[in-house]
């Protein structure tokens, strides 16, 4: 092989693996609960928002109160972020929602349900998680 082949040859198994490297990266670490609710509500469920961020739903045994918060992976520049949060079935409108142009997250919202189910979402610029018709009690 010429030394111009052995060249190109090493140059393609170079570029082979950066792209495999940066195919095989570290998504983005997802967001965590920071006690955006307050103290004393504890993450008793939660949904991804596809690849954008996650939605908490807590509940406070001494307020007797759920609360919902939909949080980015990372802070950045404003985007928009809603949460929301009902009784099941939420149907056309959700009874507790916050939504706006918002560097971190939305809400928090609360809303007493003792002995129902929820219905509670996160939404980041159009993308959606969360989940219907648990956590009844």
Partial sequence: M????????????????LVGAMATASPASAATYGNECGSGYSVVNSAA???????????????????????????GSAVLVEAGLSVNPAGNHWDVYDGGYYTSYAGPIYLSASGKCVDWMGRISGTEGGKRKTNCG
Avoid: D, E, H, Q
């Fill in 49 to 75: 928002i596809g690849t954008k961020g996650t939605v908490f739903l807590t509940y406070s045994s001494a307020t007797g109160k759920n609360c919902v918060v939909a949080k980015r992976n990372s802070a």
């Fill in 2 to 17: 010429t030394p111009v082949k052995k060249a190109a040859a090493a140059a393609a198994v170079a570029v082979t693996a």
